[in-house]
């Protein structure tokens, strides 16, 4: 037989598949149709956000995934507009995809939109944003695990007692399902003080969040630990804390990881301490993934869940972990997760 790209690339996921106990119902290096044909596949990308590193991950990571199935993909961007991302899947729906990704959103505006796709027949999944949909895959970063992890390491480093300012913004599901896990902590642990809670998602992101966090170490000046669950949220943060001197009294955690990122928890007394976080390029992928498998008449799961991975200031020193793609080689479970990869399913390039 002849080792074809495809094929090599279909027995190593099969390989992944069967250390997973993933079902693998097709034989390796066969590609199901759809995908037999897989240049007359055409799957959409519906954004919601996309401002930040890690919208800029998750798309290279679709595009890639999408590259090596072969399929044509769109992209369109609301640029946080909620009845524009609703009118952008119509426009998906009108140009005749086969599947749609929705990536972020508000349920209010994108339930009746996804519902829309499956009533003409198009496969659908989500990325946090919850559609409310039994037929549609939740693809999920494991949030309320995004948000444990960066609190276990608050309170290994600062104790059971502080008071923290909290970065929230409510109806984003990521968001919101990490607000659940912080709700939880300050039940566990009473001897944490909320002692104010702000956000916004106006962009650009970190420079308004930035603008609120001055008002608030203004008016809470013994704030010691600051719950910034969103990169783009720490980084305003940050900015904040750098300005008013107050990098080496308050810690930040946060979730989600990029270069940039990375750079600024590396730098002399930063008060960036810890980050939980997927990689968002192999988030991109396993979307395409589950999507991809749905089209060929398999199942990926109603929650499909990407396991995080905790990464510290000290970490990163240690490893000399200065990028992403240091990250990746230097934490192999951060490079690659095996969810949504049955045998047939061709891999990026490693």
Not at 44 to 49: D, Q
Not at 140 to 158: F, T, V
Not at 291 to 314: F, R, S, W, Y
Not at 323 to 332: C, F, G, T, V, Y
């Amino acid at each position: 037989m002849k080792l074809t790209r495809r094929i090599v690339l279909g027995m190593a996921g099969g390989v992944a598949a069967l250390a997973t106990g993933f079902a693998t119902p097709t034989f390796a290096g066969e590609m199901p149709a759809p995908f037999d044909n897989a240049g007359d596949v055409k799957i959409a990308l519906v954004r919601y956000l996309s401002t930040g590193d890690f919208f800029q991950a998750y798309l290279s990571g679709v595009e890639t995934q999408a590259a090596a199935l072969g399929v044509d993909l769109r992209v369109f961007d609301s640029r946080q507009d909620a009845a524009l991302q609703a009118d952008m899947v119509d426009q998906a729906i009108a140009l005749g995809v086969d599947g749609i990704i929705i990536q972020h959103g508000l349920t209010e505006s994108m339930q009746e939109a996804a519902q829309r796709a499956i009533d003409a027949g198009i496969k659908v999944v989500a990325f946090d944003v919850n559609v409310e949909n039994p037929a549609i895959p939740q693809i999920e970063q494991s949030d309320r695990d995004l948000a444990r992890l960066a609190l276990e390491q608050a309170i290994k480093d600062n104790g059971e007692s502080w008071k923290a300012g909290y970065v929230y913004v409510a109806g984003i599901a990521p968001l919101d399902r990490r607000d659940e896990t912080w709700v939880e902590f300050k039940a566990k642990y009473p001897g944490i003080e909320e002692a104010a809670q702000f956000g916004t998602l106006d962009n650009p992101i970190a420079n308004s969040v930035a603008n609120q966090a001055r008002s608030v170490l203004q008016a809470n000046p013994d704030i010691t630990v600051m719950f910034a669950p969103y990169d783009e949220f720490a980084k305003g943060v940050k900015i904040a804390v750098d300005e008013a001197g107050m990098n080496e009294q308050i810690k930040i955690y946060s979730a989600d990881v990029s270069t940039a990122d990375i750079s600024a928890m590396r730098e002399p007394n930063s008060a960036w301490a810890a980050t939980a976080a997927t990689n968002p390029a192999v988030v991109g992928e396993v979307s395409v993934r589950a999507l991809a498998m749905m089209l060929a008449g398999e199942d990926p799961g109603h929650n499909v869940i990407i396991p995080p991975t905790l990464i510290t200031q000290a970490m990163l020193h240690d490893k000399d972990i200065k990028n992403m793609e240091e990250l990746s080689a230097k934490l192999p479970q951060f490079a690659h997760a095996d969810v949504a990869v049955p045998a047939w399913m061709p891999l990026p390039p490693r």
